[in-house]
């Protein structure tokens, strides 16, 4: 199954940037890291650079398969 891209908003500048999940189980992101006991594995980081030219901040994203409400409980 292809993974399809994501468009997303620097957390800075609010510039557009797209990105791609590493994969189909890794479905979703955070700026932050996300707390344990919220997922699945491991959370995979992806380190990127703002395109805005008077940004070029640069930007963590965690990407993690989180856990379903329900399997908690």
Known sequence: MAVSKLL???PYCDW???VKPPDS????????????????GEVIEQNLVCKNPKCKKPITLYWYAPM???NRI
Do not use: I, V
């Open 16 to 18: 557009p940037f797209e």
């Open 8 to 10: 997303l908003n620097c």
């Open 68 to 70: 379903n409400y329900f």
């Open 25 to 40: 189980l890794h479905s979703a992101y955070s700026f932050e890291k996300p707390l344990r006991g919220s997922f699945y």
